[in-house]
């Protein structure tokens, strides 16, 4: 049956972006494209090309425009265009070219993946003019020819400009699509109709989203059967009698085409139609709708109960048509971020490529079927994809394309509509109006998802494991209509931000409107020096008008209201970034750091260098680059990872971590399945590997899931696979490929207008390829569809150069089977050839074949010698070698379930000197196991069996095995020598060492031939291993793991902080923190290993008490020396062990040398000390240094007696700061200092009363400026250091606290600065503030309150978790009180608003309207009552009298209620000045009576649970503290003696006791 096609818009001359020159409407088509037009804009365009020579010879302006007007009168189109392209042959041999040479030029200047720059292009064009080359074209007459053939073929470039105001250009969908079907070798493959394949799919057509899910409208209405129009919802007259309403058409594969509709019965009454839906064959089709309605002229068909079909005939369809036919293909369009620089600079332009969603997928994936759509590096991606949908919908109702059809000769219509989108998780999510994966809820195909706590509970751990609720379209739709309705509100910020955080909707499209309404609610609520500030009311209604300005449909993404598209179902979880990107990548990442802290990474290099790559028909294992650059591998590497792992890492980590890239490698191979036989049980299988690997992740590392959301997203692929057909179909690798196309043409722009000359670029590619491959353009001026003339056909088979560089390459260019490549003489040197000459080929006598000796009873087939030879190509073309595996089928093939034998290739022959004689390719079949392999679970072959001989033809592919190394003794001690720049170098590197062991194992994670592969093993072979049985009780462990591994890691990093800590206290109390003035000696190490100094030289040491060494140092009288025994101060975190030193005079240098070390590191001077402690400090300095060389029982070494002294009698100078003298004595005897039981040093300043015995002054200056000059301090800091350095070591201590004190004011101070802002203090604040207001015995809202509660937070810091430094600053506090009134307007603002809403207008009881106010963790007591029967009391007189003040200005609601609340006290003062019982008891009745005027107004309607109060013992602290707090707040009163009357004359009085609201309220 014929199949479906369709056509195109019509190719007529579409208009430039700019001005266009006039033509002469004389000229016909042929003759523009054959030159004349070309020679006409030459004459009007003269000055854009330089003149010829004679030209410029001589002369003035003048007489060369009259030699010009000479020559162009003279001469006509045929003669310029021999004089332009130097050719005397017709141009029709080339039409639409002028001659071969421009069609060759414009072949190779519009190259896809061959881009010329135009200096290139002149460069190249030259160099053949210089060579004498004919027919070369010039640059200026090439690119006119392009832009006219652009023209006339269909210029596709349309401008776009976005409501953001962003342009940019794109080539209409319209028109690639309308190509396809004027192409006559496209044509024939579109599919017009969906396939029924029974449960086989191996297109996108055989899918249920085209035969199923997409709405009867979108589907092409009409079938066209014995020259008669059959359409939907139209009544048809079958044969048989029968009467039938076809809905939607389907070809049913093997049956021809087949329709879904409805029944008709003929009744008494008229037909009824049946309301369930059944199939017809169309071959049983006889009349359509006019005909049975011409019969029927003047009657009633149908039966009042199916009426309604007869009103939707004739379909309005048909109307439209007007004869024509029509069909609907379907687009499927892909987007993503590229950069358009050619260095890693990152230049994103956001990229729009289309396919034609009718071609099966083999012609997908091909390069020339992928059309560039639009590019910008300004425009949204949901702006470019806006301007695509409205090109689609103008397709769309009584305005299809009218296209050109190649085969059926004639015009055709076409409705286009969107079948999926294709792309990366981010770009995914985005164009289903999604917050992304970073979101809570971070799926955009279900509501999965919560926040961390949930993640890691034992229900909601499981849930990511597997599909959740789905989202729907509308409920998307009406989420982000509720966003924009939430923008019009003031303060819309918080409460949007929560709803985007609870509903993962976030639209890119309707974001900005939605920032821009807040921002405008922000500053309508604020005041300025023009107007006031605006209620919320106002803002409410000027935001809401602002909204309106946004065009219907503009404020949304497009994609929600596509019919026939569910953007949460039609993004389908693509292969290359959620599966290869995503899962093979972590659980890389995981294995390798195991094999690094096991110590056999290695080994597991070498077992990648060693693998074999036979059948996975992947270029290299790049063993060492994955090894080296194991975090930056791409797609490509994780692909053959994904393959080969199970084999490199077995045995060399645990059986779970094995058994994972088991079922990885299982599920990569169903993933790359691209002929499905069942889908139900595939969708099946599928789903149980996805399970596996999910299940292995969550057993592993259970964090990967809470924090990788790509695993769950790779749980809804079998819902996609079912939806759309096998994985492969929308994978993106494809795509990702065109983007290096796309690269090229972005490099070679001009870089001003990017958008416009990629778009250009690559519509003149696409016009191209279409001329010179035989589509059909009209001609406009005969008004008739044209194509290219015969040579210009047939010039891309006689040249395949020109058709790869077009991507136009034919089948028959690809190697054919049994083709072979022979082998080189070893020893020969020279370029390799895929094929050697004959003089380097290896030849040899039948008997010293291995053929004759494996089987000595072959006779030979030919006499002579016999060539070698390297390879061949099997049945698939698959490359063949000597040892590879192979897949044979020995013997005649009965049906598609003949088994396959498996074979290793032993030796390929072809004679040498009779090539007449086919090749022989010697085989040995393997003996199939009946038994998995123990730990890779897959088949295992024995090269042991017979020895066959075959033809090449009877090699149907090569098929992956690895050697069994586990079962055998192969280890890694072979070695390869590394090769490079195709020459062998002095390296070498480690691979496995295989041994003489025949068994091999079957790689069933190969993805190549996996069809064949299949049948030739048995079902039990191919069984997939069941890892799990529980999965419930995997899930709950894993939570309870992950929950228990976060606990250990935030107690873990708690005690590192708390050690960390403790060990700096340690530091700063013990003596070794003194030794960096140099007070006491170092002493060298006990003597150990040097391998151990070396191993400890970089580490941290601990400052313990116990590492000390407890040596006496003694001072004696004057001319007695030191001892030489010095204690070891401790080693700080920055300095390194001394190395230990054998013989005693170096013993002595070190010390001395370690003596020099302790100079201190610098800190800041202090304040200017006295001229007693400076003395002493030149007393010391003037000191000479010692000499490193000699020895200190010589006196060399040490401090002279008088620096001793000297030294001493400074320290003592300081005794009545340390408030003790240690004896000199004492100090002979005791040690440098004593520890507890704890190990804190319990005298640390005993170490100040010691001399500076290791470093005199001078010295410690030289050392500090040293330091100084290494940190590159500047002067002003170094004079500050020496100056430091010459203090005593209580001044230093002393100097460092002050400094310490300065830190801690300024941190304090930055504290403050970003604590004022952050949530944590708004909060408190807002419930302290909330607190105060709600409070039921405030005594005013407005009127001193903001001091009142700023005095009472001075004296309670805490409560808003406030320092004291910010309360003794100024501007600090200031600040905090601006915090203050600003929180105070917006809780009062809140406040009325309640009152109005819910009191006024909702009137609402008295216990409805309390529960609805209170808030702020404030609980209603009894007495809140009365207050809010005032409060409201108050808004309602306030609204009703709007009351004025003295200065005629209508009072504000608050200062009304703080007036009123002030004339209750003053008139309750003057009745009762001093008794304060009877005053509280007054007031008691007062809000009393209120109250009973509340309910008898506003009746009772709640319920107990809006009834329940709090006492006293039940409120939160911070309500109890403000309503006590309030009491003492300070207000300035007013007397007004008559309020009571006034306000409460109407309820009779008072209420006559102090319980009188609880008697009301009973």
Known sequence: MREALSGGVLFSAGEEFGSQRQRDADISLEEVLSGAG??????????????????????????????????????????????????????????????????????????????????????????????????????????????????????????????????????????????????????????????????????????????????????????????????????????????????????????????????????????????????????????????????????????????????????????????LEWECPPLIIFIDDVSGNSSKQWNVHYSCYMSNGGLPRAEIEKTKHIRFVATSPHASPMEIVQAVCEDIRRSGGTTPIKAWDAVRKRYVLLRLWLLFLPGDNPMQAELCSHIGLNGNFFCRCCHAGGDKEFKESNSGFPSLLRPGRPRTVSETRNTVMDHLIAATHAAAEKPLRDAITKSGIKDSLSMPIINRLVALGKVFRRSTPDRKAMTPEQVNQKLHAELLKNPEGMAMNPLLNMEGLDVHQDTPVEPLHTHLLGVVKYFWAQTTWVLEKSGHFATFQARLNSLSKFGLKVPNIMAD????????????????????????????????????????????????????????????????????????????????????????????????????????????????????????????????????????????????????????????????????????????????????????????????????????VAGKTGRTLRQPPPNQVSTCDWVQTKTHEHLPNLVARSDGPWSKAQSVIAGNGDNVSVGTEVLVLLGE???????????????????????????????????????????????????????????????????????????????????????????????????????????????????????????????????????????????????????????????????????????????????????????????????????????????????????????????????????????????????????????????????????????????????????????????????????????????????????????????????????????????????????????????????????????????????????????????????????????????????????????????????????????????RLRNCVGAVILAHNVPAYLQNVTNSIAEYLEKHLDTVALTQQCRDDAADWAIVKTAIADMLTQVRSGLKSKLELDGLKKGEDIYELTKSVMGYDVRPRKEHWGRLAFLRHCAQQHKTTLPKGPDGKIIGFWAYVDNMLKDVRASIKNKHPIDTIARKREEANFFATILQLDVSKYPIKSGGVAQTVYNTPDIPNLQYAMERAVVSFVVDDTERPDIIRNIAGAGGGAAGSEDGEDILMS
């Open 625 to 824: 680059y994955m090894c080296r650059y194991r975090g930056s591998l791409i797609g490509k590497h994780f692909k053959t990872i994904s393959q080969i792992m199970s084999f490199a890492v077995c045995g060399l980590v645990e059986e779970n971590l094995q058994n994972a890239w088991l079922a990885i490698g299982y599920l990569t191979v169903l993933l790359w399945e691209t002929e499905i036989d069942d889908i139900n049980s595939y969708v099946k299988t599928l789903r149980k590997a996805i399970d596996d690997v999910i299940d292995f992740a969550a057993q592993l590392s259970p964090s990967l899931i809470t924090d990788k959301n790509k695993f769950h997203i790779l749980s809804h692929l079998p819902d996609h696979v079912l939806r759309h057909g096998p994985a492969l179909l929308f994978s993106t690798e494809r795509y990702e490929s065109f983007n290096h196309i796309f690269r090229l043409c972005s490099i070679h722009s001009n870089r001003q207008a990017p958008s416009r000359d990629i778009a250009v670029t690559f519509a003149n590619q696409d016009r191209c390829r279409h001329m010179v491959s035989g589509g059909f353009w009209l001609d406009s001026r005969t008004n008739t569809w044209v194509n290219a003339a015969p040579a210009v056909r047939a010039h891309l088979e006689n040249n395949i150069l020109d058709a790869r560089l077009l991507g136009l390459a034919p089948a028959s260019s690809e190697p054919s089977p049994g083709k072979v490549t022979l082998s080189k």
């Open 893 to 1323: 093939i009965v049906d598609s379930a003949t088994p396959l034998v498996f074979c290793s290739v032993v030796e390929l022959l072809q004679p040498a000197q009779q090539s007449d004689k086919q090749s022989i390719i010697t085989v040995r079949c393997s003996v199939l196991s009946a038994e998995l392999h123990t730990h890779l679970r897959m088949p295992v072959l024995s090269r042991t069996g017979s020895f066959h001989v075959l033809e090449p033809q009877e090699l149907l592919c090569a098929i992956n095995v690895q050697h069994d190394c586990s079962s055998s003794t192969c280890t890694a001690s072979g070695t390869q020598v590394v090769r490079q720049e195709r020459e062998s170098t002095s390296q070498s590197r480690t691979v496995l060492l295989h041994s003489n062991s025949p068994l091999y194992v079957v790689n069933m994670h190969a993805l190549h031939n996996q069809h064949l592969l299949a049948r030739a093993l048995p079902e039990s072979l191919r069984t997939p291993a069941s890892y799990f049985t529980d999965r419930t009780a995997l899930h709950t462990a894993a939570a309870e793991s992950l929950r228990d591994g976060k606990l250990r890691k935030k107690i873990a990093k708690e005690a590192a902080v708390r050690k960390s800590a403790e060990e700096a206290l340690r530091r700063m109390n013990t003596p070794a923190s003194l030794n960096l003035i140099g007070i006491g000696e170092t002493s060298p190490p006990p003597a150990d290993s040097e391998a151990q100094d070396n191993e400890r030289q970089n580490t941290l040491v601990d400052l313990e008490p116990s590492r000390i060494v407890d040596n006496s140092v003694s001072v004696q009288a004057s001319g007695v020396k030191l001892h030489e025994s010095a204690p070891a101060a401790p080693r700080g975190p920055r300095q390194r062990r001394p190395k230990t030193q054998t013989s005693s005079r170096t013993n002595d240098q070190g010390a001395s040398t370690s003596r020099g070390q302790g100079a201190s590191r610098g800190r800041r001077a202090g304040p200017t000390r006295g001229r007693e402690a400076a003395h002493d400090r030149a007393a010391i300095g003037n000191q000479p240094a010692p000499s490193v060389g000699e020895d200190p029982g010589e006196g060399g070494g040490m401090v002279g007696e008088q620096s001793v002294d000297a030294a001493l009698a400074l320290v003592q100078g300081h005794s009545s700061i340390m408030d003790h003298q240690v004896p000199t004595a004492a100090r002979d005897s005791q040690p440098l200092a004593a520890s507890d039981d704890d190990g804190e040093l319990l005298d640390p300043l005993l170490q100040a009363t010691f001399p500076r015995t290791a470093l005199t002054a001078q010295l410690l200056r030289n050392s500090a400026e040293e330091k100084c000059e290494s940190e590159n301090l500047n002067a002003r800091q170094t004079e500050e250091v020496l100056a430091f350095c010459m203090l005593s070591p209580v001044e230093m201590l002393v100097d460092l606290k002050i400094h310490l004190f300065k830190i801690e004011t300024d941190l304090l101070r930055r504290y403050f600065r970003l604590y004022i802002r952050h949530p944590d203090f708004a909060l």
């Open 38 to 323: 070309l020679f006409e804009a030459m004459c009007e365009s003269l000055g854009e090309e330089a003149p010829p020579d004679e030209w410029a010879a001589g002369g003035d302006e003048d007489d060369m425009g009259r030699i010009g007007a000479r020559v162009i009168s003279h001469i006509n189109p045929p003669e310029a265009a021999r004089d332009m392209f130097g050719s005397g042959e017709r141009v029709t041999d080339y039409f639409p070219y002028p001659n071969k040479g421009m069609l060759k030029t414009d072949i190779l200047f519009s190259a896809p993946e061959l881009r010329f720059s135009r200096r290139q292009k002149e460069a190249v064009l030259a160099w053949g003019k210089e060579l004498g080359a004919r027919e070369v074209p010039s640059l200026y007459r090439l690119e006119n020819f392009q832009k006219d053939a652009l023209e006339a073929c269909g210029n596709p470039t349309k401008r776009v400009q976005t409501r953001a105001g962003n342009i940019f250009y794109h080539n209409s969908v319209q028109q690639s699509i309308a190509r396809d079907y004027a192409h006559p070798d496209i044509r024939p493959l579109i599919k017009a109709y969906p396939v029924f394949s029974g449960n086989r799919v191996t297109e996108h057509y055989q899918g249920s989203k085209w035969l199923v899910d997409a709405p009867d409208e979108l589907l092409t209405p009409m079938i066209r059967l014995h020259d008669r129009d059959f359409y939907v919802n139209e009544l048809t007259y079958c044969e048989g009698g029968q009467w039938f309403i076809p809905k939607r058409f389907f070809e049913f594969e093997g049956h021809g085409m087949w329709a879904v509709g409805h029944n008709v019965a003929a009744t008494p009454d008229g037909l009824v139609v049946s309301d369930t839906r059944s199939m017809r064959a169309c071959c049983e089709f006889r009349n359509n709708w006019p005909e049975v309605e011409a019969w029927n002229t003047g009657k009633t068909i149908f039966a009042p109960v199916s009426a309604s079909y007869a009103s939707k005939m004739p379909n309005p369809d048909r109307i439209t048509a007007g004869g």
